[in-house]
């Protein structure tokens, strides 16, 4: 009977919601229409308004819009329609009275069966619930609360209470019940009281009952009793959308958009097109959601400027029409307007401070939580102390953060703290912020290439004077259709409502554009380049410059040139002491001269669908205008103007993806004329001054030039959001800044020789790409010629997709070992800084992408430390175990061991670094060479010094992890056998996983061969450290067993061709085999990950989980349609295979980050010099005892946390019982398959 009752509700329900959205779309209108005359304003498409399925469907000719008269049109609506909506209720009334007393009748029987729910009351049809009101509404009136979408989300005990009144479906009743369950009774009976005194002002009919109280108690018995099954089921039933999230990650982009465009009409000073935009979107009620606060104070800050607030008010208006309300922001542009007009009567301003009081903010709050620009601060003050002359903002300084206990003594207790100065005197610091700040101020800088000292022949000058008339043709031809572009744009009479791109093409000179796009035809490889990435590129080379414009214009660049210019007092070798981290003393530095704009501007990020649409357009332009002759290079051919780009198509897998490609033409002139003069972007370079701290998610690293804490996924945003809502990053970003403020140099003699055999014919061996005159030749051939076969032909096809491999392969390695190169002689006689940040599992990168110490070994080699320390009595011989480790001989040996046969070596050192390429070349045959070569002349230099203790070395010494993700899953899992293979536990010599894991594969395959297993037979001295090595590695990455496969065919191809597929599948097992024996742990581990994060993807989320630090973390892999270029982002469901491949590995690599933050950490509070590249770690010879015990001490408290037990905590509150997408009856029978899953880790903290 319950259940008819709560059909029968849902249909009374549903003709309640039918007389309230008319109601609802009569009051939309701000002036009285009569009512024979309403006409209907189309309702937002959002989850707070009803769109009822029982009207008409429109048609796509459609629209309405609320002009500015306030008068509402209604393109092709029929002046008939509201009378046929009236007659439609009029009769549907009818039938619900009748029907309501049939489900009184049924009800009250119901009641009388069930002693649970059997009441006095129920008898009398007119009874009712207290406070329950009975209401018979006229069609006319006035209906302003929000109904909610989604009928099925009524609340089973707000159905009995509607069931046991006579009356329950009355608008109010019908109301209450459309709101979620969640909503507490408080709430409901405010809303109630609301809408009755809404209704008395309508003057509609009103009449009250009241049940017995014993009635009451017993219904408020059931409804609490069933509470719990009931969320139950809505949960099981009805859970939240899979797309919920993305939907609200979509409008935040549509809201970013809004705000990107706002700015820039702003900025260029286009103050109508801004605001008639805003009135547009604020005018129609389905483009009007997509509005906040924010948005409408970008308004008012205009209007604050200006002093005009008349202006303002409207705003606050509008404000109160889109039913938000003002923000901090909001008063804080309204102060600003009266602190700016002399004639502003006190009385206005203490009604605003009153207003603010009123919703809850104070004026502290304005100066603690707002961003100001420019003077608006003090003008802000200015205004409050017309009232409260003696007022001073409080500074809140939240001293007492709550940190884990990983971290808890580092801030707590720095008594014993040394923390280091850099070897520069302030002023030397002042003087380099200067250089780097003119670096971005121009955005770009232009370099000399190595490949200019090759002597200039007769066809390459030749080359370079017509490539130079033609790029200054080209500029001429873009900068033309870049005005008569521009100026369609403007004269188009296009609705206010739409975005379009002008304001974007109006925030640089057109000369600015020009070089933009000059420069990336310049940089684009023979191959071409993709549509996307080109495009973004373009895009955010438009982003960076109009950034740093911003900062002038708001004034910050004066003020940080201030702040920088303190803060270098904290690092020069020639001041005094400090007990502070470079983020704390630059966050109180900015207190003391809060004064004037702040640094962190709050300009808005423009979304990745934008900066992608303005390249787009860029390119596009490019394609369309830059053309060149044929003839060009070759007087036979017919003249006739070509394009130099071409748009094309081409595949990626499955995927069919927009291609950008140079003329051949154009990429053989760029080959010919070898450009003496390369041109990055500012912040593709190492910095000239140490970074400016991470002190926020959004601020930090470069002076003026915009940069990401967190990389992401171009158009992903769910990390920015948990950032932004993550409370302490404190120990990230101080680990961010360390890694940061460590200063590098150049290893001149090394990097002499390197450039020297890469303008010769460079090295395979060496790793120095060769040029592009070693590339195969790529034949040609008529297809059409009858003299070859068709197997002939097929050969020449293979031969020519094998050629041009090759050279799109050469020319990429080469323009990489370029830009390295050239960098790294530009700067050769500076000292220079990489600014860090790092990915979405936390792990650390420089930001300067070409050179920096994560590259290769070419790259590592002349890279030094700026700093020199001296060696120490043991320096020396960490110089030499350093040098052998490099060899990459002697693994299993002791270090003792390795010394010695460094020191029975020594002559092969010093020829070495004697005579480089002239000599034994000993060198050349370590597995990393450029290193082992830096490390023999260091040596060589140390040991004919008078004092090697003495002798300043400035080298870098690495200390390796031994299979970190395997120490890692070894300790989670308690396993010692495994430990003791990965060294971490006490052995007299060093363990290899390696080859114990070639053993233990060797002894399985010989118990098969003795078995007389064919396949064992044939790998018969084929097992080897080497052949395991990759497998052991990828496995503790969640390679799966077809992976492994695939690694092991393409050795297994060149030795046992005709047992590929047997051989490879037998290895795998028995390299899983001998993993699961040796890691008992690591495999469960792995399971309960992938197993985790499957369940959780399946139900439509991405996986989620914070370090031990506090980093937030969320997997960005979703599924996304194949489309060549995607303007708009569809995010869509998470995909279940990569987040459930991923999970294992990406969570291994957190753990694997946050041991070398804590491991920098402590290295900077104990003095020392720390870099990292993962899990390998760098300092002086001087302190390599001392770093190697913080490691190991920190990698004991990391792993002495309960790890899995709080990522356990974590999933289990974050994602069971709640986001499964299952019916009750399917989440009945998985449950315990779940439940299994997440207990398996308790069996494994147990064990």
């Known amino acids: 009977m319950i259940l008819f009752a709560h059909i029968r509700c849902l249909y009374y329900f549903s003709l309640s919601v039918l007389e309230a959205r008319i109601q609802q779309l009569q009051s939309d209108v701000v002036l009285d229409v009569k009512h024979a005359k309403v006409q209907f304003v189309k309702a937002p498409s959002s989850g707070r308004g009803v769109s009822s399925s029982r009207g008409p469907k429109s048609t796509p000719q459609e629209k309405t819009d609320i002009p500015k008269t306030g008068k509402t049109v209604a393109k092709g609506a029929s002046k008939s329609q509201p009378s046929r909506w009236m007659e439609k209720l009029t009769e549907e009334k009818k039938n619900k009275l009748k029907r309501q007393q049939h489900l009184q009748q049924k009800v009250q029987k119901t009641f009388k069966e069930k002693p649970t729910a059997k009441s006095k009351g129920s008898k009398s049809s007119s009874k009712m619930l207290p406070c329950t009101t009975q209401k018979t509404i006229s069609t006319k009136a006035k209906m302003t609360v929000p109904l909610i979408e989604t009928r099925s989300r009524v609340t089973l005990a ?219 601060r003090d003008m802000v003050l200015k205004a409050i102390r017309v009232i409260h002359p003696n007022y001073q ?144 590129d373009l895009g955010n080379r438009v982003y960076t410059k109009y950034s740093v414009k911003q900062k002038h214009q708001n004034q910050t660049v004066e003020k940080l040139a201030n702040i920088y210019s303190a803060y270098t007092e904290l690092l020069a070798k020639d001041t005094k002491e400090y007990d502070v981290l470079p983020r704390e003393q630059w966050c109180n530095l900015e207190m003391e001269q809060s004064s004037g704009p702040m640094l962190q501007g709050g300009e808005t990020t423009w979304p990745y669908v934008l900066t992608l649409e303005l390249g787009t357009f860029l390119v596009d332009l490019m394609v369309k205008n830059l053309k060149i002759n044929s003839d060009i290079l070759n007087p036979a051919y017919d003249r006739k103007l070509i394009p130099i780009l071409y748009h094309m198509y081409t595949f990626r897998s499955t995927r069919q993806i927009g291609f950008i490609k140079p003329h051949p033409i154009l990429t053989q002139m760029q080959q010919e004329t070898m450009e003496t003069k390369l041109t990055f972007d500012s912040y593709m370079m190492p910095m000239l001054c140490p970074p400016v701290p991470w002190t926020s998610v959004k601020f930090g690293a470069y002076l003026l030039t915009p940069a990401k804490l967190m990389r992401s996924m171009d158009g992903a945003t769910q990390h920015d959001l948990l950032l932004e809502k993550c409370q302490n990053l404190h120990p990230v970003l101080d680990s961010l800044n360390q890694l940061g403020n460590c200063a590098w140099r150049i290893n001149k003699p090394v990097l002499d020789i390197i450039i ?49 491999k090759k050279c799109s392969e050469m020319h990429s390695l080469r323009m990489d070992a370029l830009y390295k190169l050239s960098i790294a002689n530009h700067m050769r006689d500076e000292i220079f800084w990489f600014p860090h940040n790092m990915d979405f599992r936390g792990r650390t990168y420089p930001c300067p992408p070409y050179f920096n110490h994560l590259g290769s070994d070419v790259t590592r080699a002349i890279l030094v430390f700026a700093e020199g320390k001296p060696l120490g009595p043991k320096g020396l011989d960490w110089l030499k175990i350093h040098l052998v480790n490099l060899t990459g001989l002697k693994k299993r040996s002791s270090l003792q061991g390795r010394l010695e046969y460094a020191n029975s070596i020594m002559e092969d050192i010093l020829d070495s ?36 203790t003495q002798f300043i070395s400035h080298f870098p010494v690495h200390q390796d992890g031994s299979c970190n993700g395997l120490q890692h899953y070894a300790a989670l899992g308690r396993d010692v056998i495994g430990a003791t293979s990965v060294n971490l536990m006490p052995c007299d010599l060093p363990q290899d996983v390696y080859s114990g894991v070639a053993q233990q594969v060797e002894e399985l395959r010989a118990q098969d061969a003795a078995n007389g297993l ?66 008992t742990g690591t495999r469960e581990i792995q399971d309960w990950l992938t197993e985790s994060a499957r369940l959780i993807s399946k139900s439509g989320h991405t996986v989620e989980w914070v370090t031990p630090l506090g980093l937030p973390i969320v997997q960005p892999y979703h599924r996304t349609r194949n489309q060549v270029v995607s303007l708009i982002l569809s995010h869509v469901r998470p995909d279940t295979v990569k987040q459930k491949n991923a999970f294992p590995p990406n969570f291994i690599h957190s753990l694997d980050s946050t041991h070398m933050m804590l491991t920098a950490l402590h290295c900077y509070s104990a003095g020392l010099t720390f870099v990292s590249v993962h899990d390998c770690f760098w300092t002086h010879a001087l302190t390599v005892d001392t770093m190697n015990k913080v490691c190991r001490e920190q990698f004991v408290a990391l792993h002495s946390q309960p790890i899995l037990q709080e990522l356990s905590n974590f999933l289990l509150q974050k994602y069971y019982f709640y986001h499964l997408p299952f019916s009750f009856q399917e989440f009945v029978q998985v449950s315990p398959q779940v439940k299994n899953v997440f207990c398996l880790l308790l069996h494994l903290l147990n064990v």
């Open 393 to 536: 903002p409080h500074h809140n300084m939240t001293t007492n953060q709550c940190y884990s206990s990983l971290i808890q003594d580092f801030y707590t207790k720095r008594a014993d703290h040394r923390y280091p100065k850099l070897d520069f005197t302030q002023a030397e610091l002042q003087e380099r912020f200067k250089h780097q700040l003119s670096m971005e101020q121009a955005c770009t800088v232009t370099i000399d290439s190595v490949e200019a000292a090759k002597p200039v022949t007769e066809n390459m000058a030749k080359m370079r004077e017509l490539l130079a008339e033609q790029w200054a043709q080209w500029q001429k031809v873009l900068l033309q259709a870049l005005r008569e572009n521009k100026i369609i744009m403007a004269n188009t009479n296009t609705k206010d409502y739409k975005l379009n791109l002008y304001p974007y093409l109006c925030l640089l000179e057109d000369k600015e554009y020009v070089d933009i796009m000059i420069q990336s035809v310049a940089n684009l490889p023979p191959s071409g380049e993709s549509l996307k990435i080109l495009g973004g």
């Open 158 to 376: 707000d159905e009995i209470r509607a069931a046991a009144s006579s009356t329950a479906t009355s608008t109010a009743a019908t109301a209450a019940a459309a709101i979620p369950h969640k909503v507490s009774k408080g709430k409901l009976k405010d809303s109630r009281n609301q809408r009755l005194s809404e209704s008395r002002k309508q003057k509609q009919t009103v009449s009250d009952a009241q049940d017995s109280p014993q009635e009451l108690a017993k219904i408020e018995e059931l409804e609490k009793r069933l509470s719990q099954q009931v969320s139950q089921w809505a949960s099981s039933s009805k859970p939240e959308h899979p797309q919920a999230g993305s939907e609200r990650t979509a409008c935040g982009d549509i809201q970013l958009s809004i705000r990107s465009y706002l700015e820039a009409c702003v900025f260029v000073g286009d103050i109508d097109r801004a605001n008639n935009f805003l009135l547009s979107q604020h005018r129609v009620l389905s483009r009007r959601k997509h509005l906040n606060t924010d948005v409408y104070n970008i308004m008012m800050r205009v209007w604050a400027k200006k002093g005009t607030l008349n202006q303002i008010g409207r705003m606050f208006i509008l404000l109160e029409e889109a039913g938000l309300k003002p923000n901090l922001g909001s008063y804080c542009a309204a102060l600003e307007c009266m602190g700016r007009s002399d004639s502003c009567s006190p009385k206005v301003i203490t009604r605003c401070l009153s207003q603010m009081e009123e919703d809850g903010l104070s004026v502290d709050d304005l100066f603690s939580q707002c961003v100001f620009r420019q003077d608006e």
């Open 1014 to 1079: 064919k396949i064992a037979q044939v790998l018969e001295g084929f097992i080897s450290r080497k052949v395991v090595k990759q497998t052991v590695m990828t496995v503790v990455y969640g390679v799966t067993r077809y992976g492994g496969r695939c690694e092991y065919t393409s050795i297994i191809v060149f030795f046992f061709q005709e047992h590929i597929w047997d051989a490879s599948h037998y290895l795998v097992r028995l390299v899983f085999s001998g993993l699961k024996e040796m890691f």
């Open 756 to 804: 020297s055999i890469f303008n010769d014919r460079g090295s395979d061996k060496l790793d120095i790409p060769p040029p592009m005159s070693e590339a195969p030749k790529i034949p040609h051939f008529n297809l059409h010629d009858p003299n070859y076969t068709a197997s002939e032909k097929a050969h020449l096809k293979r031969e020519v997709i094998t050629a041009k």
């Open 913 to 948: 670094a004697d005579n480089p390429l002239n000599g034994k070349k000993w060198w050349m045959d370590a597995d990393e060479p450029w290193q082992a070569l830096a490390c023999c002349m260091e040596i060589a230099n140390t040991v004919r010094s008078p004092d090697p």
